[in-house]
T-cell receptor
Framework: GAGVSQSPSNKVTEKGKDVELRCDPISGHTALYWYRQSLGQGLEFLIYFQGNSAPDKSGLPSDRFSAERTGGSVSTLTIQRTQQEDSAVYLC??????????FGPGTRLTVL | AQRVTQPEKLLSVFKGAPVELKCNYSYSGSPELFWYVQYSRQRLQLLLRHISRESIKGFTADLNKGETSFHLKKPFAQEEDSAMYYC??????????WGAGTKLIIKP
């Protein structure tokens, strides 16, 4: 079936604007993760959704970052008042078991 | 603390030479460890998991509990092995804890 999809693939915005990044997980996967991958850096965990449980937001870097997952499927990561240091590739992953995460292609965010 | 350490940000070897990507972990209990790979312009994907004791694309990784290591090895590197490699550990709350990654470059 279809893998994890993310949109947009690229987003260029001006400093101070809000952006929304979308993730469509694999159908039936109960877990959904957001990560950030900055140039030359590894994966930075942002937030984790598991079923109907409260999300683990421990990785969100500031209160400008938020995410929601509607109906246990699609998720949106919102960054308010974007800053240049927010520029990165934002990756979404979904899984039906903890040990195997399936990643989307990512959204490359550039804040000018 | 639960932690994964990949000490090398960049590893460059010649084609045909052996490759070893280092991964050390900190975990109390029996760890489950994985290697993920991201080829250029492709998605991050699972390469192998220690419990499967498998060889994928010629790569193997052995869990050494005494040294708390899970190094990824390949006897003869190929140019198509050039990629970013991440070591990961399942935490006690069933999330993956990631290393910082190692960029592997295979020189022709």
């Amino acid at each position: 079936g279809a893998g994890v999809s993310q949109s947009p693939s690229n987003k260029v915005t001006e400093k101070g604007k809000d952006v929304e990044l979308r993730c469509d997980p694999i159908s039936g996967h109960t877990a959904l993760y957001w990560y950030r991958q900055s140039l030359g850096q590894g994966l930075e965990f942002l937030i984790y959704f598991q079923g109907n449980s409260a999300p683990d937001k421990s990785g969100l870097p500031s209160d400008r970052f938020s995410a929601e997952r509607t109906g246990g499927s699609v998720s949106t990561l919102t960054i308010q008042r974007t800053q240049q240091e927010d520029s990165a590739v934002y990756l979404c992953a979904s899984s039906s078991r903890p040990d195997t995460q399936y990643f989307g292609p990512g959204t490359r965010l550039t804040v000018l | 603390a639960q932690r994964v350490t990949q000490p090398e940000k960049l590893l460059s070897v010649f084609k045909g030479a052996p490759v070893e990507l280092k991964c050390n972990y900190s975990y109390s209990g029996s760890p489950e460890l994985f290697w993920y790979v991201q080829y250029s312009r492709q998605r991050l994907q699972l390469l192998l998991r220690h419990i499967s004791r498998e060889s994928i694309k010629g790569f193997t990784a052995d869990l050494n509990k005494g040294e708390t290591s899970f190094h990824l090895k390949k006897p003869f590197a190929q140019e198509e092995d050039s990629a970013m490699y991440y070591c990961a550990l399942i935490s006690s709350n069933y999330q993956l804890i990631w290393g910082a990654g190692t960029k592997l470059i295979i020189k022709p």
